[in-house]
């Protein structure tokens, strides 16, 4: 009797230990499976958050012109294009608005109204002040309900719409704006002037605007 509980009690021994076993396999199992199927939701969430981003850069191109030839005065009435051209499927109605240091304390904000087809160029002739030393200017574009599609940064020293950086042109310079086809002539009228005021002497520049 005593053998044969011994011999019982080895096999139960064994039986536990195949039942711990296989029960160590099937959580390791568990386990890679568990870690293959989260490795997967990381891969597809990490997709689906940069498709939408990479979308949204190419929906509007913008192109800012500003100033007469590259050159504006400070604190002036300047003359600013901005040309936007959708790559939205449907049309988009909303507001587009342009805002920029005008001195020290304020800042002008300029809003128009605006429909934008797509992939049809959009044209808003706008004009504002900008301030001496300006960095740049700001371009926001609205939906009609009000939330926003797209904001733009142009700095004002490294290039604006074909590449030319805005120059500001000082109180002892004279400007002069040709709009329109250039008189035969004009453009070469800074080498052969100068400006003279009760501050002094300046230059005289002639910038062209199409």
Request: aromatic fraction near 6%.
């Amino acid at each position: 009797m005593k053998a044969s509980g011994a011999g019982l009690a080895a096999a139960a021994g064994q039986v536990g230990r195949h039942r711990r076993a296989e029960g160590v396999k099937r959580a390791e199992v568990s386990m890679g499976f568990r870690k293959a199927g989260l490795l997967l939701l990381l891969i597809l969430t990490a997709a689906a958050a940069a498709a939408p981003g990479e979308a949204k850069k190419e929906r509007f191109n913008i192109d800012i012109y500003v100033g007469w030839g590259g050159c504006y005065r400070p604190m002036r009435w300047t003359p600013i294009d901005v040309t936007i051209v959708s790559g939205l499927k449907k049309h988009l109605g909303g507001t587009v608005e342009l805002s920029l240091k005008q001195d020290e304390l304020t800042r002008m904000r300029i809003v128009q109204e605006v429909v934008l087809a797509p992939n049809v160029a959009l044209r808003i002739p706008l004009v504002a002040k900008a301030a001496f030393g300006a960095s740049g200017c700001r371009l926001e574009i609205f939906d009609a309900r009000g939330r926003l599609q797209v904001r733009r940064e142009h700095a004002f020293g490294v290039g604006i719409g074909p590449g030319a950086a805005v120059r500001s042109v000082g109180e002892d310079d004279m400007l002069i704006g040709v709009a329109g086809p250039a008189a035969f002539g004009l453009m070469d009228l800074p080498g052969r002037s100068l400006c003279r005021s009760e501050r002094g002497r300046g230059k005289v520049y002639v910038a062209h605007r199409p």
